[in-house]
Structure formats: structure tokens, C-alpha cells
């Protein structure tokens, strides 16, 4: 049993920091206001549904083999400074105005929370740290003066939950633009703390996390461009998509080239929506024939073995050879962006 006593409804503030135990305690819907936590080392505490608003957490610690756990906690006006906090677990809880300044996270598990203007200052450490689950607000910048957040492969961002509204209730900063720009700059600024500590193919994860969230805030032309540009390449991130759709592109016309007709040295490919009269044999041969004629059309390549027949075939090849050179740009600049990586 980790708790060995459970304290509930009570309110603390200033200067009853004597009155608050730091040992196998669980705190159940508690106010802590104005109290300056230093040199406090936790062991075993549970803060399940409390209020913290203007405390100060210096040089405090975790003890070895212990935990500090807040779950649906809410968490205002606080500053962690030099705190050891590792392996600390936060969940559906709510940051607003906090700041981090050379905290040692690591091992930390932050999850299901909303952050509104967080700050993580200079040597702060967030190695084999959780992020997920983020909802309503994600707004986290960092501030290297001296230093920079350290991150490694285990530290890990999650996607940012769009339909989990509980703290968005009667919230008109909801559905504003400036909460999908701030879930973007959110983004990058992790990817920019990757990229100081090289880990490349992590911030590529997080521009193109960011590129989802800055989606939502476009309108006109510009959502439009963004909506191709997430289908077709994941945003340069996604190569294997670029690939899918080329290859869709590629059925797609040589079913219409079934249709629409290709002359061969010896035989005509047409079909007048009578495809069962030559057979399922003819059908997939003539479907083969078709399909090696898209594919070498789209590529740009051009055998000259089978051409198309009449004017709608012709239009229908000229549009995928422009589509081809388009897509076989994107999808070698994606894969080779993906490779340097």
C-alpha cells in the first residue's frame, strides 16, 4: 500500500508547510496556495483532484524507488526550479502559467493534460519522457538562455487529442484560430529542441504534428494546398503515401484506358461496358496490358508498344504523364529527405 493515510478537502496556504506531510500520503481534492515547497524531498504522494496556485518548487526531490503522482490536479502560477522530479507522472491535469527551470524530468510521464503558456527554462531535462494525450490547449515554449532541454530517442511527443473537450467546456478559445497556431508552434519548438540534440528523424515528427495543427487554422486556397499536401506526402514526411497514391493513380487510369482504347501492333484494347463477352481470361490480360501502358506512361518512360486510340485515351495519358512527373519529383525529394535523416 503506497498511501498510508488520505487527506481530503482541506485548504493550505502560505505558511502551513509544516502541516502538509511529504510521505505516503494521498491528498484528495486539496487547495495549496501562495506556499513555497524547498528542498522537499517527496515519497509516495498521491495528489488526486488538488488545486496549486503561486506555490514554488525548489531543489525538491523524489526519493529513490518512490513516486510522486497528480492526477486531475490543477497546476497555476508555479515555478520547478532545480527540482529532481524523476520519474514523475502527471495525468488529466491542467498547467497554466508554469515554468520548468533546470528540472530534471526524466523518466517523467505527462499525460492527458492541457498547457497554457508552460515554459521550460535553460538545463532542463526531459530524457525517456512521455508526452501524449495532450488536449484542448498545448501551449509549451522553451527558453534557452544557457542551455537547451536535453531529449534523446525515448523522449517522446504524442499526437495532440482534437476530440477530448473537458477542459474546453464553455470555452470560446476552442475553436479559435490562435489555439490550432499555438498547438503548431508548440510542435516545432519540441522539434527544434531535437534537432539541438540531434535526433533528426524525432523533429520531423513533431513539423509534421505541427503541420496538422496550423491545417485547422487555414482557410481557402491555402487549407486546400495543405489538404493535398497531407494525403499525397504527409507533408514531406511521409513517403510511402506518395508511393500508394501514385500507384492508385496508376490503376485508376489504366482502367480508364480499358475504356477509352489503346491500340497494340495487332489488337485494339476497348471495352463498351460488355466486359463479359471476351472472358475473365481476355479481361485480365487485356487489364495487364493496360496497366504496363499506365505505368510506363506515368513514368514518363514510353515503350511506344501500345499507344492511345482516339482522343480521350490521348487526353487521359497526357494528364498522367504530367501528374507522374509531379509525383516521382515528390516522392524522390520526400525519400531522399527521409534518408539523410
Not at 112 to 138: A, P, T
Request: glycine letters at 6%; a positive charge.
Amino acid at each position: 500500500k503506497i498511501a498510508n493515510r488520505i487527506i481530503e478537502l482541506e485548504n493550505y496556504k502560505n505558511d502551513d508547510v509544516d502541516k502538509i506531510f511529504f510521505s505516503n500520503t494521498k491528498y484528495v481534492s486539496c487547495n495549496f496556495s501562495h506556499i513555497i515547497f524547498e528542498g522537499i524531498n517527496f515519497c509516495n504522494m498521491i495528489f488526486e483532484g488538488c488545486t496549486f496556485e503561486f506555490c514554488s518548487f525548489s531543489h525538491c526531490n523524489i526519493r529513490n524507488k518512490s513516486l510522486l503522482q497528480f492526477f486531475s490536479s490543477e497546476i497555476f502560477k508555479c515555478s520547478f526550479e532545480k527540482c529532481n522530479l524523476k520519474g514523475i507522472s502527471i495525468k488529466k491535469s491542467r498547467f497554466k502559467d508554469v515554468t520548468f527551470k533546470g528540472a530534471f524530468l526524466k523518466g517523467c510521464n505527462f499525460i492527458g493534460n492541457c498547457y497554457s503558456r508552460v515554459k521550460f527554462i535553460d538545463d532542463c531535462n526531459l530524457m525517456d519522457c512521455v508526452i501524449k494525450d495532450s488536449n484542448c490547449r498545448f501551449d509549451i515554449c522553451f527558453i534557452n538562455k544557457r542551455s537547451y532541454t536535453k531529449f534523446n530517442l525515448n523522449s517522446h511527443v504524442g499526437k495532440f487529442n482534437y476530440d477530448d473537450k473537458y477542459y474546453c467546456k464553455d470555452d470560446k478559445y476552442y475553436d479559435s484560430e490562435k489555439r490550432y497556431k499555438d498547438i503548431c508552434n508548440t510542435y516545432l519548438c519540441f522539434g527544434s529542441q531535437y534537432l539541438k540534440n540531434d535526433i533528426r528523424e524525432k523533429q520531423g515528427e513533431c513539423f509534421y504534428e505541427s503541420k496538422k495543427a496550423l491545417y485547422r487554422a487555414l482557410k481557402g486556397p491555402r487549407k486546400i494546398t495543405s489538404f493535398l499536401s497531407y494525403y499525397v506526402c504527409g507533408y514531406g514526411e511521409k513517403p510511402y503515401r506518395t508511393f500508394s497514391f501514385s500507384l492508385i493513380i496508376v490503376i485508376f487510369c489504366a482502367i480508364l484506358y480499358m475504356f477509352t482504347g489503346l491500340q497494340g501492333k495487332d489488337e485494339l484494347i476497348l471495352y463498351l461496358f460488355d466486359i463479359g463477352i471476351k472472358g475473365i481470361r481476355v479481361l485480365i490480360r487485356d487489364f495487364i496490358y493496360c496497366f504496363h501502358f499506365s505505368l510506363v506512361t506515368f513514368s514518363t518512360v514510353g515503350y511506344g508498344d501500345l499507344v492511345p486510340y482516339g482522343i480521350m485515351s490521348t487526353i487521359i495519358s497526357s494528364i498522367e504523364i504530367i501528374l507522374g512527373v509531379l509525383m516521382i519529383g515528390i516522392w524522390t525529394s520526400t525519400l531522399v529527405r527521409k534518408m539523410t535523416r
